[in-house]
């Protein structure tokens, strides 16, 4: 049954059929779009809120991953860090106590990284920004620790390779290659007041005199240069003249023969001749000295080669022992 809606009419005094205007029907038809509209705009308000899109579940998840991965990264981080920091103590450790360099500067060392933010678009980033900016920032410190670590490194390599040249430069072990120490020090002779064999005159004794038979080896006592070489048969009979450099300097005397020539480089523990009696000299015996800056000093202090401490005991006192050199 049709749903019809009737008014009293006053003029007629009647019921009548309520037709709507096409004024009232626009109206209610604008209300009508409107309702639909508002109610449309707030459902998909609240669903873009509480009920986000295939699209957007994605994204979601890959930025859960991508801060779990960054917060991964700051731990890796922290890792590095420790193991550069210790890289850095060990380094200042070897300088200090080993190669006597200046270690790396505390200010250098914890400068940072100066200048304009590099990083400062990253701060658009709401969620993950201020974490990636940090991270690359630590990046960038990591980096130069790095790098001022590595140029220390190098430089202490070449401190190194000079410490190491002159350890092999010095003078360290004993000229005469005897295995029989007993044999090499029983006539020992040292360096200071003692008496000439010939002249029988207490004279200064500058250097050490090693008993061995003749054509025992006489080996070079530290790397460097032939500078001179003797042949006539003066005081010292045939003799030559080491420069190890850094000042030093070492002379063989006495030699029977001699095997290198003037100008030759030289190694430690290289043949350079055999044990003789020329000279003023009384029997066989290598007469050797030490010179550091123009100065004989006491080569007892450089025969450190093979000796247990109670060798080199025994070889500092049979040294110091007042008695006639052999020449």
Request: hydrophobic share 35%; glycine share 10%; net charge positive.
């Given at each position: 049954m049709?749903?019809?809606?009737?008014?009293?009419?006053?003029?007629?005094?009647q019921?009548e059929?309520?037709?709507?205007?096409p004024?009232?029907?626009?109206?209610?038809?604008?209300?009508?779009?409107?309702?639909?509209?508002?109610?449309?705009?707030?459902?998909?308000?609240?669903?873009?809120?509480?009920?986000?899109?295939?699209?957007?579940?994605?994204?979601?998840?890959?930025k859960e991953?991508?801060?779990f991965?960054?917060?991964?990264?700051?731990?890796?981080?922290?890792?590095?860090?420790?193991?550069?920091?210790?890289?850095?103590?060990?380094?200042?450790?070897?300088?200090?106590?080993?190669?006597?360099?200046?270690?790396?500067?505390?200010?250098?060392?914890?400068?940072?990284?100066?200048?304009?933010?590099?990083?400062?678009?990253?701060?658009?980033?709401?969620?993950?920004?201020?974490?990636?900016?940090?991270?690359?920032?630590?990046?960038?410190?990591?980096?130069?620790?790095?790098?001022?670590?590595?140029?220390?490194?190098?430089?202490?390599?070449?401190?190194?390779?000079?410490?190491e040249?002159?350890?092999?430069?010095?003078?360290?072990?004993?000229?005469v290659?005897?295995?029989?120490?007993?044999?090499?020090?029983?006539?020992?002779?040292?360096?200071?007041?003692?008496?000439h064999?010939?002249?029988?005159?207490?004279?200064?004794?500058?250097?050490?005199?090693?008993?061995?038979?003749?054509?025992?080896?006489?080996?070079?006592?530290?790397?460097?240069k032939?500078?001179?070489?003797?042949?006539?048969?003066?005081?010292?009979?045939?003799?030559?003249?080491?420069?190890?450099?850094?000042?030093y300097?070492?002379?063989?005397?006495?030699?029977?023969?001699?095997?290198?020539?003037?100008?030759?480089?030289v190694?430690?523990?290289?043949?350079?001749?055999?044990v003789?009696n020329?000279?003023s000299?009384?029997?066989?015996?290598?007469?050797y000295?030490?010179?550091?800056?123009?100065?004989?000093?006491?080569?007892?202090?450089?025969?450190?080669?093979?000796?247990?401490?109670?060798?080199?005991?025994e070889?500092?006192?049979?040294?110091?022992?007042?008695?006639?050199s052999?020449?």
């Open positions: 049709k749903n019809v809606k009737y008014v009293y009419n006053e003029h007629t005094l019921y059929e309520y037709k709507t205007s004024k009232e029907k626009f109206r209610k038809s604008l209300f009508f779009i409107s309702s639909a509209l508002v109610t449309s705009v707030i459902i998909f308000v609240l669903a873009y809120y509480y009920f986000p899109t295939p699209k957007e579940r994605v994204l979601e998840k890959e991953a991508t801060e991965y960054l917060t991964q990264l700051q731990e890796e981080f922290d890792f590095l860090s420790q193991k550069v920091e210790g890289l850095h103590e060990k380094d200042n450790q070897i300088n200090r106590m080993i190669l006597g360099a200046k270690p790396i500067d505390d200010g250098i060392w914890n400068g940072g990284i100066g200048g304009h933010d590099k990083y400062k678009g990253l701060e658009n980033f709401k969620i993950t920004g201020e974490l990636i900016k940090s991270n690359l920032a630590r990046v960038d410190i990591l980096k130069l620790k790095v790098d001022i670590q590595k140029r220390s490194l190098d430089s202490l390599y070449e401190v190194a390779v000079t410490k040249k002159k350890l092999a430069s010095i003078p360290s072990i004993k000229p290659k005897e295995t029989d120490l007993k044999k090499s020090v029983k006539f020992l002779s040292g360096f200071g007041m003692r008496i064999p010939i002249h029988k005159l207490r004279r200064f004794h500058k250097g050490i005199d090693f008993t061995a038979p003749k054509g025992t080896h006489i080996q070079a006592t530290g790397d460097g032939v500078v001179s070489i003797n042949k006539t048969g003066s005081g010292y009979g045939k003799h030559l003249m080491i420069d190890h450099g850094y000042g300097k070492s002379l063989y005397a006495h030699m029977h023969a001699i095997s290198v020539k003037e100008g030759e480089i190694k430690k523990g290289q043949k350079i001749g055999l003789g020329t000279g000299s009384t029997g066989d015996h290598l007469h000295e030490i010179w550091l800056n123009g100065v004989a000093i006491n080569p007892i202090d450089f025969c450190l080669d093979g000796l247990t401490a109670k060798e080199y005991q070889l500092v006192k049979r040294a110091a022992t007042d008695n006639q052999l020449d």
